[in-house]
């Protein structure tokens, strides 16, 4: 898959779902290619968002775009199918939630979706690293999950950086992503860190004018954004 890097992906957690369409819409509009899906079950993280039902919603609103899947849910194995079958083109489940990752990130490959792996801001890259070769993507959640407009936790620069590092020199494939309190305060950071898909859910939804916030973070995001050699 071919993909103009660096990615800016909105969170549809942060937008207004009485005019969910209209918002999908101008993001499209404004050369948004990805959206990313946040699914939170209340048991994994301490909220509820919503299910396969608003992703299939989504992929009929943007049958082109990429729909990043995002599953902050406890027995992802019991669902993967569904958001599959919604039309997911990728999904992501969490290191803390898999006791059996390996088999899970089988699973969502077989059901034929690229895969993701997630670690939370107290685990390490280190606990990842034996499935970082058969990963499509790797997820560093820079806030706490479960809750949107959240402050972004700093060491995840240093998270960000040893995840290029390893790519680098192992000549690994996956993509780096960051979820949690990416602004345009620190996304020309965050870029030049090594983050490829920037996931921004308040910054993008929590204005008077999505499309111009839509560049002034991609803008900054492909000023900062550093192509790895």
């Known amino acids: 898959m071919n993909i103009d890097l660096p990615v800016l992906a909105p969170s549809i957690l ?11 819409h101008e993001c499209l509009d404004s050369g948004i290619t990805w959206i990313h899906c946040d699914i939170m079950d209340g048991h994994f993280v301490p909220n ?4 396969p039902s608003i992703v299939k919603s989504v992929r009929g609103i943007a049958p082109d775009a990429f729909l990043d899947v ?18 997911a083109d990728l999904i992501s489940v969490h ?3 898999c006791p059996h990752l390996h088999r899970t990130l089988q699973n969502i490959s077989q059901n034929g979706c690229m895969t993701g792996v997630v670690i939370n801001p107290a685990t390490g890259v280190d606990a990842i690293k034996p499935v970082l070769p058969i990963v499509d993507l790797v997820l560093v959640m820079s806030v706490n999950p479960g809750f949107g407009g959240q402050a972004f936790i700093e060491s995840s620069y240093q998270k960000i950086e040893q995840l290029r590092k ?30 490829e898909i920037l996931v921004a859910g308040s910054s993008v939804f929590k204005t008077d004018d999505i499309p111009a916030r839509i560049k002034e973070l991609t803008d900054k995001a492909e000023k900062g954004h550093v192509k790895l050699i």
């Open 14 to 24: 942060a937008a207004d779902f009485s005019k969910l369409g209209e918002q999908i």
């Open 48 to 51: 509820i968002s919503y299910g």
């Open 70 to 87: 995002h599953l902050m849910i406890e027995n992802p194995d019991f669902y993967i199918e569904d958001f599959a079958d919604a039309g």
């Open 166 to 195: 390893i790519k680098i020199e192992e000549e690994l494939n996956f993509l780096i992503e960051i979820d949690g309190g990416v602004s345009l305060k620190n996304i020309d950071k965050l870029a030049k860190s090594g983050t």
């Open 95 to 97: 290191y803390e939630a």
